[in-house]
């Protein structure tokens, strides 16, 4: 489930943003100032669980969204971040994204435009992300990025491209639990959404193709590759 930090102090605009953002399965954290925000964002690198976006109002009570912003860049480069604001000149777009925003959204928008733009940006950092490693090794499992082979214990087994990058995604963060909903929006993308049962057809494939121990189902989440270091 990827985190998300919301700063919007618009009330009515906030609840309904919220609402539709956790409905499609998020982890949503909703500031209303610039204050809390800044003291949201330093708890979750405390706590080694950082947001994985956020979508920042420009005009807030205690300043504007694009000092916070600028603030966020100078320690973090990766985080996407999506501005939000009723300016519509072409000059203020140009003083988001050259601070750093990966994108920017004028008021009125739809929810859903806002949500696809959402996965794309988490899709875009997944696959950068994956970019970095030409190759994972996990016990008896090795990924090669370069060849997008995946060997299980010294054999090669055929993938096809969505099994292939399934395995890679959850084998990226071992250990780690994905929701269905994540792993669909990091896998599938926006454009070609199938239901959550596209999602165990392909873990049974996988099982099926490497051994049913490796990929585990962590009950009312979703999946994990579990991986033992020792």
Same mark, same amino acid.
């Given at each position: ?46 706590? $080694? ?23 966020? @860049? @100078?320690?973090? /480069? ?9 300016? !519509?000149?072409?000059?203020? $777009? ?6 750093? +925003? ?26 950068? /992300? ?25 054999? #090669?087994?055929?993938?096809? $491209? ?8 959850? +084998? ?13 929006? #990091? ?8 239901? !959550?049962?596209? &999602?165990?057809?392909? &873990?049974?494939?996988?099982?099926? #193709? ?6 585990? !189902? ?13």
């Amino acid at each position: 489930m990827s985190r998300i930090l919301v700063l919007e102090d618009d009330k009515n605009l906030g609840e309904s943003l919220i609402g539709f953002l956790k409905g499609e399965g998020y982890d949503v954290t909703h500031c209303h100032n610039i204050k809390d925000a800044e003291e949201a964002y330093a708890n979750s690198k405390e706590i $080694k669980s950082p947001y994985e976006l956020m979508v920042l109002d420009w005009m807030l009570p205690d300043g504007q969204g694009i000092d916070f912003l600028s603030n966020v @860049r @100078r320690s973090d /480069k990766a985080t996407p971040i999506i501005m939000l604001t009723a300016r !519509t000149e072409l000059i203020d $777009k140009v003083i988001g994204l050259e601070s750093g +925003a990966n994108d920017y959204m004028t008021k009125p928008f739809e929810p859903r435009e806002l949500i696809a733009r959402i996965r794309v940006q988490l899709r875009t950092k997944g696959q950068q /992300k994956i970019e970095d490693r030409e190759k994972i090794i996990l016990g008896d499992l090795e990924i090669d990025d370069v060849k997008r082979e995946v060997s299980w214990m010294g054999e #090669k087994k055929e993938f096809t $491209k969505m099994e292939y990058d399934f395995l890679r995604l959850l +084998a990226d963060s071992p250990n780690r639990a994905f929701s269905r909903e994540e792993i669909l929006n #990091k896998v599938w993308g926006y454009e070609n959404y199938p239901s !959550t049962r596209t &999602v165990d057809t392909h &873990v049974l494939q996988i099982r099926q #193709k490497l051994t049913d121990e490796l990929i585990e !189902t962590v009950r009312g989440i979703g999946y994990r590759l579990r991986f033992d270091e020792n």
